[in-house]
C-alpha cells in the first residue's frame, strides 16, 4: 500500500532553515507527481510547493517563493523541502501528498518558527 513518511520537522528560530523528507513506498514513485501541504492551527491545509515526476516542473505558493526549495530523488523514493528564512507564519503541520484516482498524504512532521 501506499505509504508517505515525513521527518524532518522541529522547532527553529526566526531566520532559521529546516529541510524536510517524505519516504514514499508502495507505488512507483518516479512517475507521479509530489506535493508538500501545511495546515496551521485555526487555517485550511494549504499547497506550499508542487514538483512533477522528472522533477523539471516546480510550482510554489507566493508565501514561500524565493524562500523554500522542493526537489526529489527517484533512485531514494523521496522528495524534499528546504524551508530557509523561517518567519513564524510558516509555523504549521507539513504533510507530504501525492495522487492518482485517491489522495495519499503522509502523517505530518510538525515545524514551530518561535524565539
Known amino acids: 500500500q501506499v505509504q508517505l513518511v515525513e521527518s524532518g520537522g522541529g522547532l527553529v528560530q526566526p531566520g532559521g532553515s529546516l529541510r524536510l523528507s517524505c519516504a514514499a513506498s508502495?507505488?512507483?514513485?518516479?512517475?507521479?507527481?509530489m506535493q508538500w501541504y501545511r495546515q496551521a492551527p485555526g487555517k485550511q491545509r494549504e499547497l506550499v510547493a508542487g514538483i512533477s515526476s522528472s522533477g523539471i516542473g516546480i510550482v510554489y505558493s507566493d508565501s514561500v517563493k524565493g524562500r523554500f526549495t522542493i526537489s526529489r530523488d527517484n533512485t531514494k523514493s523521496t522528495v524534499y523541502l528546504q524551508m530557509n528564512s523561517l518567519k513564524s507564519e510558516d509555523t504549521a503541520v507539513y504533510y507530504c501528498?501525492?495522487?492518482?484516482?485517491?489522495?495519499?498524504w503522509g502523517q505530518g512532521t510538525q515545524v514551530t518558527v518561535s524565539s
Open positions: 508502495g507505488f512507483t514513485f518516479s512517475i507521479y507527481d
Open positions: 501528498n501525492t495522487r492518482d484516482r485517491f489522495e495519499y
